[in-house]
C-alpha cells in the first residue's frame, strides 16, 4: 500500500521560508511524476510544481523563481523549498506521486502553510 507523509509546514512572516517534505512509502513504479498542489479557501486545488522521475521540473507562474521542487529517488522523498513567501501562498499544500502508466493517484495528507503580513 502506497502512503505519502508530509511534513515541514506551519507560521512564517512574508520573505520568510519553508521547506515542505514527502516521504512515500510502498511500492511504486519508478517512471512517476511528483508534484506539490494547494488549495487556499474558497479556491480550487491548484498545481504548484512537479518533477518527474527525470528531474524535468514544471512550476505554476506565481512561484517561479521563488519555490524549488526537489526529490531524492534513493529515499523516496519530495521536497517543496519556499523563499520569498507572500500572503498569497497561503493554503494547504498537498503532494502527489503519479505514475506514468495507469490511473492511480497517491496524495499526501496534507499541510497547512500561514504566511503572515
Known amino acids: 500500500q502506497v502512503q505519502l507523509v508530509q511534513s515541514g509546514g506551519g507560521l512564517v512572516q512574508a520573505g520568510g521560508s519553508l521547506r515542505l517534505s514527502c516521504v512515500v512509502s510502498?511500492?511504486?513504479?519508478?517512471?512517476?511524476?511528483m508534484g506539490w498542489y494547494r488549495q487556499a479557501p474558497g479556491k480550487q486545488r491548484e498545481l504548484v510544481a512537479s518533477?518527474?522521475?527525470?528531474?524535468?521540473?514544471n512550476y505554476a507562474d506565481s512561484v517561479k523563481g521563488r519555490f524549488t521542487i526537489s526529490r531524492d529517488n534513493a529515499k523516496n522523498t519530495l521536497f517543496l523549498q519556499m523563499n520569498s513567501l507572500k500572503v498569497e501562498d497561503t493554503a494547504v499544500y498537498y503532494c502527489l506521486v503519479k505514475p506514468w502508466i495507469g490511473r492511480a493517484e497517491y496524495w499526501g495528507q496534507g499541510t497547512q502553510v500561514t504566511v503572515s503580513s
Open positions: 518533477i518527474t522521475s527525470g528531474a524535468s521540473t
Open positions: 510502498g511500492s511504486i513504479p519508478a517512471f512517476n511524476t
